[in-house]
């Protein structure tokens, strides 16, 4: 199912003690959580977290032997609330997903777990996708923590300490009642590095004896009176549960010198940029032997009071590093202090950036601006820091900036959403520019060039409902793109049914192609693929009936993009009522080639008769004004220059690469673009008759061809 | 502040220069540049160092640019050391770019510095999307990047690790791989990187032999290996052409009648338009070209090494060789054309090979290849012409090398003899001779005006409705230019107005510009 194999990780979740673990953040995060003795283990796929979940859809062997339940949650909110099993029965449970936009449709479960608290340890992995390379909004988690009161690691990175904090997390909500979070940002979760493994541990309460013995307590229901109980449970009961095992079993780190005048807070996640910069200024080694006294929060919420009292009794100042805005830990710091009348000097988003990224680069900058302010003798005689700036201003690199072109994502090789929108683009050329909804997945790379459609995206399956406001008559309709995967995360109902319930008279194209694909080739309820462990195969086009709607078109050949163009034209144009819905079907190519490529192989390298099938471009017919390349961006549709001094311009060319999807000369072909393209068949193994066939239709072309080339002028004799 | 801090006798709590390895890679989602990133964390793992790498998968993936990060340092004591998770700019030691422009990137963002930076880079290109729509030339210019690696890097290793991947069998990781063992920058051996590739199961063997090719283009330093010969060089007909005598005077004329200047260019342009029709259309490019090259002495092009001349043999070349019906015909029906498929696929003797083409002829092709005096009386009959267009225009899949299409293209491709008399050849014979009529009043007056206007023919190409849009863009140019062909900076604004109607296909800066003209014309 998914982009590829996860066998070999699998193997990784059995090592015991003794073993040693080398590999990324994430699949070190996966195997702590069977360590720490979960029974159940739920979530949504998405960078940075989707290899936890992979991992765990093809360890089924691991799991079953140890009684762990694993399920790919249909969104954030349903893995949300897996976690009520966690309510009544000492079951300790994890979920995992991408934040802050997982979180956000999350919240509402996490905010009735929270109040009513928890017997069993529940962990929320997130993954903290912020900062360079990051696909969604910046913001931050901790908010949400703060919100319900659901305490808050961020553990140095480094897979000992997470691996460790894990553990230590799920000890932590127990005695506490309350559920954590763990925030692992996207390049710790792709960090390679190792750690000392321990044994599985079989969960001491399984799912089946829950089920077994039922238990009810009206008083954990968000209900009045109970919340209000909640509320005031969460202060009095379990905040200082939660301060108590922090600070007893030291899972905040102080590092460096006991005494000295000034230092750092910091949240664990900064830690290791934080040692760069120090380094940088000459104040620590590569080992982390620091001159500069630190507290590295691997818990930033709560806030453990006493801690920061002590670290900053003595000292004239103390620097916040703290990624992201608004500066909460800044301000509940501020608060300690004041409250106990400590005189340290605050700093923190004076000295460093509001917001973006803490890379070294600017923490260097940072902290030697603190230390200027606060502490110069200890920046000595300052060794020269790494600087590219002279570089950086040279007039020969000035002058590539005007050269080196933007390199945004794009469409895959033959991926089966490119004739989509060609063949938007061609009914744009026809009816006019549209209001065009987009969505997320990858089709929303179409708001990139070459095709340049969708004007807002609004979060995942919400395409389709954020059209709901034009539902007017007027001489053009609203469109909306949703893919498959936003389709079943909430867009069956929040779009289509809420079209439909509305009568909203706008075109919903549905891109279907099997997996959610962006977040990595996962299966979902309408996948293709038959899998033993979930059902799949159900039909979107049964669903959007089944919902009310009543025009419903599928596609099931997207290549197509004559038909495709001419079912995007009817459904902007017929007089029909209603929501008209279009399901554009084919499958996602990365996952195909994956699936089919070995196959082939085999199935030549068996003596089977195979036809290959790739495009190519007649450069002496290109003319080199790239129109096809503007319907497609096709990554092996490229252009080369010919060593033909009348030609000025490139011509298209195909590479290697080509998986011979036919987007191409259907486009040629729809939108009368050209006679350059055509597509080879290649015949490998063929049969008697494909040869005998070949060889009388070749020996008539051979004999007219060399006919003619006998009557044209040798033209050699001008060369 | 005071700098009286600067001068304290204080050490520096330790040797700030003292860091791990920094290794970052940057290339392109689905270029493997995470095997590359696998492989040299295990290299370093395999010394008993500690390694981390880091990356960004996500959306960058899709082919988007995208950067991996390696740090490597062996413990101390039994201490680990703290690595970064993002590379710092101007503390980096090496920069391995998997594509030319993604090198240039790196220097951008300060990754590349002549303190400590060795840059291995493959020179290839892969052209981003910006470079590939632009309806004229978009690519970017490598001259730029090499230019400014001289600059930034401390050592350079450029060489096309692509080609070389690709002529092993293999893929740019491998030679990549083998660079960096090439480059001597990291203290290991050269057999400890194979240990890593043979430790790894699929592809090994290719993967061994692009990193032992890529390791010794390295070490021995040698230039670029001589390109290996052109197919087409190598290839030369083993029979000697019969020379035309026709063809040998028409060389003859152009070697008399052209200056030296333009006789490469004219030669090209001969060639081309006796292929596209016969040696006697050739006669017509002559006398044509003979006509403008007096325009072009008259006007003084001697001391402008007659650049008028230059560019009318290259134009009108383009200009009398119209993308017609019979022209494309003849191209996809050649031996020649199937032979070069075949190559490229790289087709076996046991294998057979079909060719499908995307056809979609509308009536108006049908039409220019009549009779002009018919074609056009056609042309008054919507009705009719609107019965015949719903026959004609459809999209057809045309199976090149099956009898009945092949002698259908073959046929049509022979359409040589009534070419001239067609209504395309009447249009565009009429077009053409207003351009340079235009272009020749131009040069008498200013003559890189004249040059420039010759040079908008590079506007008309395409076919179908793009080709009505090349068209409508020429037109719109050419008007454009008659509105400040009296002043002094005119052969400017048609550069400008050429440059402008190239960018985008819906012509919106061209007609930025013709407006800002406009504003002042």
Avoid at chain 1, 402 to 409: F, G, L, S
């Amino acid at each position: 199912m998914a982009e590829r194999s996860f066998a070999r990780e699998v193997e990784d979740l059995r090592l015991g003690d003794g073993d040693t673990f080398r590999g990324e953040g994430i699949l070190a995060i996966t195997k702590a959580l069977l360590q720490s003795g979960v029974a159940y283990v739920g979530g949504y796929q998405g960078s940075p977290i989707s290899h936890l979940m992979d991992v765990l859809a093809d360890a089924k062997d691991v799991l079953d032997d140890l009684g762990v339940v694993f399920q790919s949650s249909a969104n954030e909110a349903a893995a949300a609330a897996m976690l009520s099993a966690s309510v009544m029965y000492p079951l300790r449970g994890a979920v995992a997903w991408k934040s802050t936009v997982g979180t956000n449709v999350a919240s509402d479960a996490l905010a009735n777990l929270a109040s009513g608290g928890v017997t069993g340890g529940t962990m929320i992995i997130v993954g903290e996708d912020y900062g360079e390379g990051s696909s969604i909004m910046q913001e931050r988690t901790h908010a949400f923590a703060m919100k319900s009161q659901i305490w808050l690691l961020d553990p140095r990175p480094d897979h000992e300490c997470i691996v460790n904090l894990i553990e230590k997390g799920f000890q932590l909500s127990e005695v506490s009642n309350t559920p954590v979070m763990l925030e692992v940002r996207v390049r710790a979760c792709h960090m390679h590095g190792s750690f000392a493994c321990k044994d599985n541990v079989r969960p001491a309460h399984t799912i089946k004896d829950a089920l077994n013995n039922p238990k009810r307590d009206v008083g954990r229901i968000v209900l009045p009176p109970a919340a209000y109980e909640h509320e005031q449970e969460k202060i009095r009961t379990r905040l200082p549960a939660a301060i108590n095992f922090v600070r007893d079993n030291r899972l905040n780190e102080w590092m460096g010198p006991k005494q000295g005048k000034v230092g750092i807070i910091m949240q664990g996640g900064m830690y290791n940029n934080v040692i760069r910069a120090l380094q940088y200024l000459g104040l620590s080694d590569a080992y982390g032997n620091t001159q500069v006294p630190l507290y590295v929060m691997n818990v930033t919420y709560p806030v453990i009071d006493t801690e920061v009292a002590e670290f900053c009794l003595d000292k004239d100042a103390v620097l916040i590093v703290e990624e992201g805005q608004p500066e909460y830990l800044e301000q509940a710091i501020n608060t300690v202090l004041r409250r106990r009348d400590i005189q340290a000097r605050v700093h923190g988003k004076d000295v460093l950036p509001m917001a973006g990224d803490y890379t070294a680069q600017v923490l260097l900058g940072g902290v030697r601006e603190f230390l200027e302010k606060t502490e110069p003798r200890l920046l000595g005689n300052r060794p020269p820091a790494p600087d590219a700036s002279s570089v950086l201003s040279h007039p020969e690199v000035e002058k590539l900036k005007q050269v080196v072109p933007a390199r945004p994502p794009g469409l895959c090789t033959g991926c089966p959403e490119r004739p989509i929108f060609a063949a938007m683009k061609l009914v744009e050329s026809e009816l006019g520019e549209h209001h065009v909804s987009a969505d997320i997945g990858c089709h929303l790379f179409s708001i990139l060039p070459p095709f340049n459609i969708g004007a807002t995206t609004m979060g995942f399956g919400l395409g389709p409902a954020s059209t709901s406001a034009f539902n007017v008559k007027a001489d053009k309709r609203s469109i909306a793109v949703m893919g498959d995967g936003g389709f079943w995360h909430n867009g069956l109902t929040s779009g289509i049914g809420n079209a439909v319930f509305n009568k909203h008279d706008g075109v919903f194209v549905i891109v279907d192609n099997y997996y959610t694909s962006a977040t990595g080739g996962q299966d979902i309820l309408s996948s293709r693929a038959i899998s033993k462990r979930r059902n799949t195969n159900n039909s979107i086009v049964q669903a959007v009936k089944g919902i009310g709607g009543q025009w419903v078109r599928q596609i099931d050949r997207t290549y197509d993009v004559g038909r495709m163009r001419d079912t995007l034209k009817e459904a902007l144009t017929t007089t029909e009522q209603g929501p008209k819905v279009i399901v554009a079907s084919s499958e996602c190519m990365l996952n195909k080639q994956r699936r089919v490529k070995p196959q082939i192989s085999q199935a030549i390298k068996d003596g089977v008769r195979t036809v290959k099938e790739r495009f190519g471009v007649d450069e002496d017919v290109c003319t080199g004004d790239h129109a096809c390349i503007r319907l497609s961006g096709c990554p092996s549709l490229s252009v080369k220059q010919l060593d033909d001094p009348l030609r000025d311009d490139p011509v298209a060319a195909i590479d290697n690469s080509c998986v011979g999807c036919g987007n191409c000369g259907e486009v040629a072909d729809a939108a009368v673009l050209c006679p350059s393209f055509y597509r080879a068949d290649v015949i490998h193994n063929p049969t008697g008759w494909d040869k005998f066939k070949s060889k009388i239709a070749m020996t008539v072309i051979g004999w007219l061809q060399r006919r003619r080339d006998r009557r044209r002028p040798a033209l050699e004799a001008l060369a | 502040m005071r700098d009286e801090t600067v001068k304290l006798a204080l050490p520096a709590a330790g040797d700030a220069t003292e860091r791990p390895i920094s290794i970052a890679i940057v290339a392109m989602g689905g270029q493997g540049g995470g095997v590359l990133t696998d492989w040299i964390v295990q290299l370093a793992e395999n010394h008993g160092w500690v390694a981390q790498s880091t990356s960004v998968p996500g959306v960058a993936q899709r082919t988007g640019a995208t950067i991996y990060y390696i740090e490597a340092m062996p413990p101390l004591d039994g201490r680990k050391p703290i690595l970064s998770l993002m590379p710092t700019p101007g503390d980096v030691d090496v920069v391995m770019a998997a594509e030319f422009m993604e090198a240039g990137r790196s220097i951008l963002r300060g990754l590349v510095t002549p303190d400590r930076t060795t840059l291995i880079a493959s020179n290839h290109r892969t052209f981003a999307i910006g470079e590939k729509i632009a309806p004229g030339n978009g690519i970017a210019d490598k001259g730029a990047v090499t230019g400014a690696i001289g600059i930034a890097a401390k050592t350079e290793i450029i060489f096309d690790m692509n080609a070389l991947a690709i002529a092993n069998g293999s893929v740019i990781s491998a030679a990549m791989f083998g660079a960096l063992a090439g480059a001597g920058v990291l203290s290991f051996s050269r057999d400890s990187y194979l240990d890593v590739i043979r430790a790894g199961d699929k592809g090994a063997q290719a993967s061994v032999r692009a990193f032992e090719a890529a390791f010794d283009r390295v070490q021995s330093k040698s230039p670029e290996p001589a390109a290996p010969s052109k197919p087409e060089a190598a290839s030369t007909p083993s029979s000697p052409a019969i020379l035309d005598p026709r063809l040998a005077g028409l060389a003859a004329r152009l070697t008399q009648e052209l200056p030296e200047a333009a006789h490469a260019i004219g030669r090209a342009g001969l060639k081309k338009v006796v292929d596209f029709q016969d040696v006697a259309y050739g006669g017509e490019y002559l006398d044509i070209l003979g006509k403008l090259h007096a325009a072009d002495r008259s006007a003084g092009g001697a001391e402008r090494n007659f650049a008028f001349t230059q560019a009318a043999a290259k134009y009108l070349a383009n200009a009398m060789t119209y993308d017609d019906v019979i022209r494309v015909a003849d191209l996809k029906t050649r031996s020649a054309r199937r032979a070069r498929i075949e190559g490229e696929l790289e087709l076996s003797e046991s294998q057979v090979l079909q060719t499908t083409e995307f056809m979609h002829p509308r009536m108006e092709e049908v039409m220019g290849m009549l009779p002009a005096g018919f074609g056009r009386w056609l042309g008054g009959k919507p009705r009719l012409l609107g019965w015949l267009d719903r026959r004609v225009n459809k999209g057809r899949r045309v199976k090149t090398y099956s009898l009945p299409w092949f002698v259908a293209l073959y046929v049509v491709g022979g359409l040589r003899g009534i070419r001239r008399r067609s209504l395309r050849h009447a249009i565009e014979t009429a077009h053409r001779d207003e351009w340079l009529k235009a272009a020749t009043e131009a040069v008498r007056a200013n003559y890189q005006l004249g040059v420039e206007i010759l040079q908008c023919r590079r506007l008309v190409k395409g076919y179908s409705d793009t080709h009505s849009r090349g068209l409508s863009k020429f037109d719109k140019t050419l008007a454009a230019i008659k509105l400040v062909a009296p002043r002094d900076d005119a052969a400017d604004w048609a550069r400008r107005l050429r440059e402008a109607a190239l960018k985008d296909s819906a012509g919106k800066e061209l007609d930025g510009v013709i407006q800002t003209i406009k504003s002042f014309a």
